[in-house]
Every structure is written in structure tokens, then in C-alpha cells.
């Protein structure tokens, strides 16, 4: 039913979900925009993308599915432009990592039964670089893709078909659909996926202050280190616009970490370390 | 020239060796013994070693080489009955996590002409969970070992052999030896070592109240998720003694990270989140 998605930012995730969909199947034609030629051809050269647009607004009216993958606030300024183009024969879904500004313009501009719907979407997936080099047709294998629709929204049929065919779509491409509050989303992402991106960039900055002109200790760390910091390659371009959008959700986590490392750091010598240590087993069980 | 190597503690790292050292070659007997049976048990029939003792004292006795791989008191405590048993034909060596309190013991007890030499030892490998069922022959591959000697103590020529010809063995076992001050040692793994664990430890104890009772949850997080709590699997038992025996050290750098993060979350809406991503990205180079 769908015969034509449309990639809007072929990044890492965009490049991704074109692989992806290709490997799942799917034999409709994609096309892709990048703000950034470079990207572009990469994802046309990896096979994500099978023509490059030069006109996102006119490839998206051209398309039924349009996937928006780009930063939040320029996926925010695209549901703007998009919303004025596009009617009820069309549905737009997103990769943001922050759901409730999206999802609240999604009411405002889309999914009355006259205009096209938005299916606001996150797939747990990523790397800690971006890119179209890096795509990957596994990424969203045994990942969990969330979705933040409001129950009350009215749709036309045919996009409501289109939003079926899509999620349909999503698991093919080896993810698990989990429907969740755009608010209990945020709350949600900020404990078990922004709480370890920052964590790991105030360890990896405070690392290269301390080890950074000593490289041969850096080995020192072995595996734990690595993987404590890992994140700590992220671009602060993508973070900007989670840290903007998500703020206290954030700053909540953050600051009950620090009281937890004070607790754990008044407590070395006591027993109370003993339960923390068994609190934290019970959660890796 | 080392005939005969005894493996105090089969546990994860003792058990681990054992196996290193076939893989690499080694020809001579080794003999474990550990507290509690079944460790020994799985350790002989991996063929970490070759059989088990009844009397550690009496196994150390008969060896040229001994290996303490127990936690850190209780390698401390078989300083005490070691030096009293072994003399100049002997050598030991440990891999405790903390050093300063070790290496000082080393001086007292032992590496004088007439006593056995003790070399403080330290491989930068581990898993979260411990035991010999976990032992790995290339556990050890790759990784840093680092050594806390004195250098004003006093060998017997024999013992300055053994200890060389360990160095050998851990070399042949994949490790890169670096020789480094106990005190530095001590602030170094604090930073790079006991961090990670306690940060993991930390968060995961505060998402098992947060999340816990949602296993659907847990998925959310992925990879990124899973790897900073990773070691949040890893037992007390172990780590009470590093806690014990590098308090100060492990305060200031956990005191550093709760202030780095106030400051992050301080500056979630400021163009100082950039500098910090920059910083961060610097380390991951």
C-alpha cells in the first residue's frame, strides 16, 4: 500500500531506516533529501535511497510516508512547512528523541481528518557518531520504537491506513512498537537514555582534564572506561536540541545522580554500601 | 626456571591465569587452593591447574612462584603468614586493586635478601560477575598489568630472577607491564577504574526504584543503557576492600563527578554545554 516513502535527513538514522526497510523487504521506491550533499550521496551510494530530491516540500507531496530525521528543532520547523503541503493522502512520523514538543504540534498541525497525520516516533537506536557513512540496515534490530499519539486525534481512513502500514513496517524492520504519554516518554528517556549521555560526557570531559595529556594511562581503564564513556563522542549538535527540549526531566536525573554518588561517597565505609551494591545486582538480574 | 607456580584463590582472576599461562605456554606445575571447594573443583577441571593443595602455606612452600588472587585483606593477611614461611627461594606476587597498602606491606615483610620477594602486582582486566566458572584464557589480553615496586628494596639474586621471569610469563599471557608509584597507582585507578564502577553502581541501584518494577522499561535503554550499568552486576564482597583501602582517593574523584554534573545541568540551556561535548569528544579522540 505504501508505494513511496520519502527520507527527509539521510544521517545515521535516516540512511538507516532506508537500509532497513530495503532489507526487510520493502519494494516501493525511497527517496531522500540532505541538507548536506555529501550525505546525500552516501545514503544513494549505500542503497537507502534510490534518487536524491532537490526540493524536500515537493518530495514530500510526492510521497506517502515521509520520515523526518533530523534534529528536533528542525524537525519542528519541517511539521510547519510540511503541515501547509500535504493533505489527508499523506502521514509524516519522525525520529526525535523528545516527544512532547513534537507531539503537541503534531495536534496543532496534523491528524485532523482533512490534513495528513503525524505519527510521532523514536527508535531506541543509535550510535554515539552520526552520519550517513555509518547506516546500518541492523540497527533497529531488537530495539524498541516508541510512539507518543494522542488517542482523541481524528484521522482521514486512508492515513490512518497509512500510519497502520507504517508501524507494520517497523516491526519488519526488527523493532517492538511500544505506544507511551509523550510526557511519560521524556520523563522515561531521560532516566535510561539522557542520564547516560550526560553522565558520560561529564566523565569523558573530566577524564581529558585529568589523563588527556597522558595517553598510555588511558589504556589503564580497559573495557569498563571504554564503555563508560563511549557517548562521550557525541556531537553536541544532536544533544543541543534533547537538552533544549527535554531541560527539567533532565536536570531532575541529573540532580538525583549527584545525591546518590554523595550518598555512595559518604557511605564507603559503612554498610549502607552493602545495599547499595544489592540494589544495584537486583537491577542487572 | 619457574617449575612450580601456586595459585592462592581460584576465583575468576586466579582461574584466569591458570589458563593464561597454558595457553602461553607455561610447562611447569601449577597448584591451586581456595576457600571454598567448589572453586578449586571447577579451576581443576578447566585445567586452570594441574591439582589442588590441602594446606595453602605448605602449597606456597613448595612453589617458586605464588599467586595471590584473593580480595584485598585477605591477600593482606597472607602476607603476614607468607613472610613467616617462604625465604629467598620464593617469590610473590597479587593482584589486588588498591596498592599503596599492599606494596607497603610488601617492603615490611618481605624483598630483603633473606625473605621472599613480593612483586605488587595489578592486571587492568575483570569481569563484572567473579568465579572460576568465569575463568578465560585470554582474559588477560591486551590488557595493562601494573606493577608497584619499590625501587630501593634489596632481592636476593634468585628471587630477582623469579621476578623477572614472571614479568616474562605476564607478557606471554598478552598484558603490557607499566611500573608505577603504589600512591599514583591508587589515585590513577580511582579515576579510571573505581569511577566507572561506582557511577554504575549508582545508577543502577536508583533505576532499579525508579524502573524496576517496569521490565518493559529496561529495553528502552538499550545498548547505551546496558553498558553504564554493566558492571552494576558486581559484588560487594569484592569491592568493600577497595572502598576500604582507597576512600580518600575514591572521594575526591567521586565528589569531582557530582560537581562536573551540577554543572552540566546547570547549563543545559547556556553555550557552555557545547564546551563540555567538545572536552568530551577531545577524550574519545
Chains 1, 2 share one sequence.
Not at 512532547?100 to 495536534?107: D, W
Not at 499519539?149 to 481524528?154: C, D, F, L, S, Y
Amino acid at each position: 500500500m505504501i508505494e513511496r516513502i520519502s527520507i527527509l535527513g539521510t544521517g545515521l538514522l535516516g540512511t538507516s531506516v532506508g537500509l532497513a526497510l530495503r532489507a526487510a523487504g520493502y519494494r516501493g521506491s525511497i527517496v531522500g533529501w540532505n541538507r548536506g550533499a555529501e550525505g546525500a550521496r552516501l545514503a544513494l551510494e549505500a542503497g537507502a535511497i534510490d534518487s536524491v530530491a532537490t526540493d524536500p516540500l515537493q518530495m514530500a507531496r510526492e510521497s506517502q510516508v515521509v520520515l523526518l530525521a533530523v534534529p528536533i528543532y528542525a524537525t519542528l520547523d519541517y511539521m510547519e512547512k510540511l503541515s501547509g503541503v500535504l493533505g489527508c493522502a499523506h502521514m509524516v512520523t519522525d525520529v526525535g528523541s523528545t516527544k512532547a514538543q513534537i507531539t503537541a504540534a503534531a495536534g496543532r498541525l496534523f491528524n485532523t481528518p482533512e490534513r495528513a497525520a503525524f505519527l510521532p516516533g523514536h527508535p531506541m537506536a543509535g550510535k554515539e557518531r552520526g552520519g550517513a557513512a555509518l547506516g546500518d540496515a541492523n540497527l533497529f534490530r531488537g530495539a524498541v520504537w516508541l510512539f507518543t499519539e494522542v488517542p482523541t486525534w481524528q484521522r482521514s481512513p486512508h492515513s490512518a491506513e497509512l500510519i497502520k502500514g507504517w508501524r507494520e513496517w517497523v516491526v519488519a524492520m526488527g523493532s517492538k512498537c511500544i505506544d507511551i504519554d509523550p510526557a511519560r516518554h521524556d520523563e522515561l528517556v531521560a532516566w535510561v537514555s539522557h542520564l547516560p549521555q550526560f553522565v558520560a560526557t561529564a566523565m569523558s570531559a573530566m577524564l581529558e582534564e585529568k589523563v588527556g595529556d597522558a595517553p598510555e594511562l588511558k589504556d589503564v581503564g580497559g573495557r569498563a572506561l571504554s564503555e563508560m564513556t563511549r557517548l562521550g563522542a557525541s556531537p553536541y549538535s544532536m544533544w543541543r536540541d534533547i537538552a533544549l527540549t527535554n531541560t527539567e526531566a533532565v536536570q531532575a536525573v541529573l540532580l538525583a545522580l549527584e545525591q546518590r554518588l554523595a550518598y555512595l561517597r559518604e557511605n564507603l565505609r559503612t554498610p549502607e554500601l552493602r545495599d547499595e551494591f544489592d540494589q544495584a545486582n537486583k537491577f542487572r538480574r
